[in-house]
């Protein structure tokens, strides 16, 4: 579901999860999703000095990439992101909207219509952008929000295409071309 053509961590069979793809997908997972290797980022983010250097106090939990405490408790508040958006926007916020194209769980079209629809003026064609001599996706600029896509990454963008991404970010945090 993450990534349209990564193999599925520890295999189908165990797994079963190209069975369940789509018929699954809004259950609420226990643990870890299906097909998801998040061992690395579980160790490191738990690591001591690191919570340390994240100021994370020693009162609160492990980090998890699904927590069931809150999945169990959490209720959606907000049906759409688009007046959050809008308002930030006004306030002269630039904002970077990405989406890896291959990501199935939040498909990149979703992420297109709801920029497009936030009424801001298209300030670039829809045009490639460039890492290593190669098209790393493409992107269009909306005044002071950008939507991008990241070519052939799945869900976790900085985890499986971490060359593109941090110059996605760094042009971002340096407002400077894509
Ligand atoms: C998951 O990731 C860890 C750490 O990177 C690795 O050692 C392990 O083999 C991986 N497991 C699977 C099932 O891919
Ligand atoms: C973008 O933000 C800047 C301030 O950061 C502001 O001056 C400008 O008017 C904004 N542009 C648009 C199109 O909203």
Redesign the pocket.
């Known amino acids: 579901t993450y990534a349209l053509y990564l193999d599925c961590a520890g295999g189908v069979t165990s797994q079963r999860a190209m069975m369940h793809l789509f018929r699954n997908f809004r259950k609420h997972w226990e643990g870890v999703p299906p097909c998801i290797n998040s061992t690395a980022q579980i160790n490191w983010l738990n690591r001591g000095d690191v919570r340390k250097a994240l100021h994370i106090p020693d009162v609160l939990p492990p980090w998890d990439i699904c927590s069931d405490v809150v999945g169990s408790q959490y209720h959606t508040i907000y049906e759409t992101m688009k007046d959050v958006y809008e308002k930030l926007?006004?306030l002269?916020?630039?904002a970077l909207v990405y989406n890896g194209d291959t990501d199935m769980a939040c498909n990149f079209l979703g992420d297109q219509w709801f920029v497009e629809q936030l009424g801001?003026?298209a300030?670039t064609q829809y045009q490639p952008w460039i890492y290593d001599n190669q098209i790393a996706g493409f992107y269009q600029q909306?005044?002071?929000i950008t939507f991008l896509t990241v070519k052939g990454a799945g869900h976790m963008v900085p985890q499986w295409a971490p060359g593109p991404s941090l110059q996605m970010l760094q042009s971002f945090l340096s407002n400077k071309p894509y």
């Open positions: 926007l006004a002269g916020l630039r801001q003026k300030s909306f005044g002071n």
